[in-house]
């Protein structure tokens, strides 16, 4: 079936170094990819998106690579800080509106 | 410019009894998703509102659950009766209808049910 998995459940990284997400989905229907960030108690934030014509898009300290070849996503932080330290989740979208989250992968930050 | 918004935060409530979730989307976003997060697993799409019409409920569990959007503006999600299974984080996101087949869709802070 249909379905978004993470490598890596948690995270750990220094602040100031730079963070990789790694999320593969399943789905080779998919054309559209988000990343939300979840702190505790909120909702996901909208982070980046990109979609299937697309291998790579930059935002303010984010990037996001699509492999389309080996279905892979990743999420890269620049300069990661204390506020980075959330859920993030991963989402395919296969030709519809409906969103297909992965499982989460918990990004710590440590000084 | 407000967020989506969902009342209420937290909700308690015995098995048979019945709870009415509401959102309210970001003004002016055509499109209104619901989704919900279970036990600790992944977020999971329930339904898909366009202005007042249901677009796609492939994702509703069963008949306890009715979803409606009347006039197009807020929604309510109601459960009944509830059943234990049913607790979860449910959350509601919004997103502007620009043409494309998926825009970005903006979550709200979700509200946490407990059956007991």
């Known amino acids: 079936g249909e379905s978004v998995g993470l490598h890596l459940p948690t995270l750990s990284v220094q602040e100031g170094d730079n963070s990789i997400i790694n999320c593969a989905y399943s789905?080779?229907?998919?054309?559209?990819f988000i990343w939300y960030k979840q702190e505790s108690g909120k909702g996901p934030q909208f982070i980046i998106d990109?979609?299937?014509?697309?291998d790579k898009r930059q935002g303010q300290r984010v990037t996001v690579l699509l492999n389309k070849t080996v279905k892979h996503l990743s999420l890269q932080i620049a300069a990661t800080q204390p506020g980075d330290s959330a859920v993030y989740f991963c989402?395919?979208?296969?030709?519809?509106?409906?969103?297909?989250f992965g499982t989460g992968t918990r990004l710590q930050v440590f000084p | 410019e407000a967020g989506v918004t969902q009342f209420p935060s937290h909700s308690v409530i015995e098995k048979g009894q019945t709870v009415t979730l509401r959102c309210d989307p970001i003004?002016?976003?055509?499109?209104l998703y619901w989704y919900r997060r279970v036990m600790g697993k992944e977020i999971k799409f329930l339904l898909h509102?366009?202005?007042?019409?249901?677009?796609?409920e492939s994702g509703m569990p069963n008949n306890r659950f009715l979803a409606e959007r009347t006039g197009g503006t807020y929604s309510t999600l109601k459960v009944q009766p509830a059943e234990l299974e049913d607790s979860g984080v449910y959350f509601c996101?919004?997103?502007?209808?620009?043409?494309?087949?998926?825009?970005?869709?903006?979550f709200g802070p979700g509200t946490r049910l407990l059956v007991l």
């Open positions: 003004s002016g976003h055509d499109n």
């Open positions: 509102f366009v202005k007042e019409s249901k677009q796609d």
């Open positions: 990109i979609r299937s014509n697309m």
């Open positions: 996101a919004s997103s502007q209808d620009l043409g494309e087949v998926q825009e970005t869709q903006y």
């Open positions: 789905n080779s229907a998919s054309d559209y």
């Open positions: 989402a395919e979208s296969p030709g519809t509106d409906k969103l297909i």
